[in-house]
């Protein structure tokens, strides 16, 4: 069952309806009106028109473009839709703002084929850099490749083709998920990693035969080599990078903005990121409606939880009630914690990043303070210690009604543990493209019986009665939402083959994970996800009708109009 706010919609208002019998004035006119389209409210009494009017950044009004026609004025903007398919603006629940714009400032790796390829890359870019300027890059996957590196350690390739390429610039490339990365010999040097180093907890320095690290670090790890870029970083003036900040926030707007996204939720920073997203907000420099999860230690948390807890900050442009935590790792880099070990690294049963313990005081700080805990939790392991933590919190909390904690991936989960998401009311923030992007692959590492038992189940948790909310995790994913509504209905991979296609959503389903279950997730149902008078006029314009067109058309639309609070902020 999708839970979401009751409402009846008053579809078009009483004087609307005499204007238009010619028995009273005419409505205040509306400074946007939507005409002659599919529009799909998601609101039980009316779920489709043809129109729709806005006024202060709310929605008026819906109905029959003759009935709309009352409230265009001289100043109207009237958008001719000409039968094209809008939605409720579409909501990405777990994504990263800031590393969308970063990854625009680095190398984009994610097309790569070879570590030839990104070697390649990077000796370009040291030609271009600065002496002793770090060279960064995002997006390789080592499983998308054409071929194995050769030396190689699990798959993951020796440092010293890159160290050779570049001697003197740190090189620092990480992996599609975030949760490992590659280093040359200078970034190594300057973080001090020598044979020696040990792993730190919930982390590993990966080695070869002889003791050597290669280059290789996962999850936890990877602060030791990233210390290269803080290096780098303190060397700049206060104004230089506060212009680069500045620039990766303009840049992760505008990319949200273009591919449809009205509002996101922002997976993870630091509170002086918060700040700088205010200072945005008061120049009017954002325009994408932000859902901020907090990552800061418990003991900040407890200490500044009632002042950082922020509700519709600019006119509904910021919220921050959430927490975020991680568990544990990703599966590509066999970091996922799980139950059993890996079918193809049968000494490894992943990674915990985060003790239990810690977690537990994270979510007594969380539910006592009013704030939502999300948890990255991507192996069955770590899921069931997830919802373990959750179930005990709110054992401990009876009187706490509605917390709506969530689990972030939810990728591999056992059987026995599905059914728990729709018992305790626990959201499932998942992302179809994952699936899809990974599943030919998964079956290695999990083994058939996991992967068809618990992977990507968002059949199996809806039908608990779990709400289950869409999203991308950008830039692991572009942040684009079609080829995710279209992994959701279809989980066909490249191949054409469908992984475990009982699993898919109908296109209703779907719609939904990125709207109203988005803004459910959010606890932002009453303001926004579906289209209803007194509602925020975020609204979303795509050139095919994704509900009806022909499953393999879904991947030629396009984002047309991007409408958040009766602004079009993009339009193609």
């Given at each position: 069952?999708i839970?979401?706010?009751l409402r ?7 004087a609307a309806?005499l ?5 009273g ?11 002659n389209g ?10 489709e ?5 806005a ?12 009935e ?18 809008a939605?409720?603006g579409?909501?990405?629940?777990h ?15 994610t097309?790569?084929r ?7 890359m990077v ?19 080592q499983?998308k490749w054409?071929k194995?590196?050769e030396p ?21 490339l ?16 300057l ?21 050597r690290?290669?280059?290789a670090?996962?999850?936890t790890a990877?602060?030791l ?10 060397s700049r003036?206060?104004?230089e990078k ?13 990319e ?5 996204l ?5 997976a993870?920073v ?11 907000i008061?120049q ?5 409606r932000?859902?901020?999860?907090l990552?800061?230690?418990n003991k ?18 910021l919220?921050v009630r ?11 880099a066999h970091?996922?914690w799980l ?7 049968p ?8 003790p239990?313990e810690d977690?537990k005081?994270?979510a ?7 704030y939502q805990?999300?948890v990255?939790?991507i ?7 997830t919802?373990?933590i ?5 054992k ?13 991936h939810a990728?591999?989960l056992a ?6 998401f ?7 923030a998942?992302?179809?493209?994952h699936c899809t ?9 999990l083994?058939e019986?996991?992967a ?6 968002w ?14 995790d950008?830039p692991v994913?572009d942040?684009d939402p ?7 209905v ?6 054409g083959?469908?992984f475990?296609?009982g699993?898919?959503?109908t ?10 279950n ?6 932002e149902?009453g303001?926004?996800?579906s ?5 925020l006029a ?9 509900m009806?067109c022909p499953?393999e058309d879904i991947?030629?639309?396009?984002v047309?109009?991007t ?7 993009y339009?193609?």
């Amino acid at each position: 069952m999708i839970l979401h706010a009751l409402r009846l919609p008053v579809l078009i208002t009483f004087a609307a309806a005499l204007a238009l019998a010619g028995c009273g004035p005419k409505p205040e006119p509306a400074d946007l009106v939507l005409t002659n389209g599919k529009i799909v409210t998601l609101e039980q009494a009316k779920p489709e028109v043809q129109a729709l009017a806005a006024r202060g950044g709310v929605i008026a009004a819906l109905g029959t473009s003759k009935e709309m026609e009352a409230y265009i004025g001289p100043a109207t903007q009237v958008i001719d839709l000409d039968g094209r398919l809008a939605t409720p603006g579409f909501i990405d629940s777990h994504l990263h703002f800031t590393g969308i714009g970063q990854a625009k400032l680095s190398l984009d790796l994610t097309k790569a084929r070879s570590w030839e390829e990104i070697v390649a890359m990077v000796a370009e870019a040291v030609r271009e850099a600065k002496p002793g300027q770090p060279i960064t890059g995002r997006g390789w996957h080592q499983e998308k490749w054409d071929k194995r590196p050769e030396p190689n350690v699990d798959g993951l390739p020796l440092h010293d083709a890159l160290s050779k390429v570049s001697p003197d610039n740190p090189v620092v490339l990480t992996h599609a998920s975030g949760h490992s990365c590659l280093a040359n010999a200078k970034a190594m040097e300057l973080g001090k990693v020598t044979p020696a180093t040990p792993d730190p907890a919930g982390g590993q320095v990966v080695k070869d035969a002889k003791g050597r690290p290669i280059g290789a670090f996962l999850e936890t790890a990877q602060g030791l080599v990233r210390r290269s870029l803080a290096l780098w970083a303190a060397s700049r003036t206060p104004e230089e990078k506060l212009e680069e900040q500045r620039r990766v926030v303009e840049l992760a707007d505008r990319e949200c903005l273009s591919k449809g996204l009205t509002s996101i939720t922002d997976a993870g920073v630091g509170w002086s990121q918060v700040e700088l997203y205010k200072s945005a907000i008061d120049q009017g420099r954002l325009g994408v409606r932000l859902n901020v999860m907090l990552s800061e230690g418990n003991k900040r948390l407890a200490e500044h939880a009632a002042e950082w807890r922020i509700l519709g900050y600019g006119g509904n442009r910021l919220t921050v009630r959430s927490i975020k935590r991680l568990i544990d790792g990703a599966l590509g880099a066999h970091g996922a914690w799980l139950l059993e070990p890996y079918s193809d690294l049968p000494s490894s049963t992943g990674l915990n990043t985060e003790p239990v313990e810690d977690l537990k005081e994270t979510a007594r700080i969380a539910i006592e303070n009013g704030y939502q805990l999300g948890v990255h939790a991507i192996g069955d392991r770590a899921n069931r210690e997830t919802l373990d933590i959750y179930e005990a919190a709110f054992k401990a909390h009876p009187d706490k009604k509605d917390v709506r904690f969530r689990i972030e991936h939810a990728q591999h989960l056992a059987a026995v543990d599905i059914a728990r998401f729709g018992a305790l009311g626990v959201i499932a923030a998942m992302q179809a493209i994952h699936c899809t992007s990974d599943g030919p692959w998964i079956a290695l590492r999990l083994g058939e019986r996991r992967a068809e038992e618990g992977a990507y189940a968002w059949r199996k948790l809806m039908d608990t009665g779990a709400v289950v909310s869409n999203g991308t995790d950008a830039p692991v994913e572009d942040c684009d939402p079609i080829p995710g509504f279209y992994a959701s209905v279809t989980r066909k991979m490249k191949n054409g083959q469908a992984f475990y296609p009982g699993q898919r959503m109908t296109r209703e389903e779907a719609l939904r994970s990125y709207t109203l279950n988005g803004a459910y997730a959010a606890f932002e149902e009453g303001i926004k996800g579906s289209l209803a008078p007194g509602k925020l006029a975020d609204v979303t314009v795509f050139s095919k009708d994704l509900m009806t067109c022909p499953e393999e058309d879904i991947r030629q639309a396009e984002v047309l109009w991007t409408i958040v609070g009766g602004r079009i902020l993009y339009k193609k």
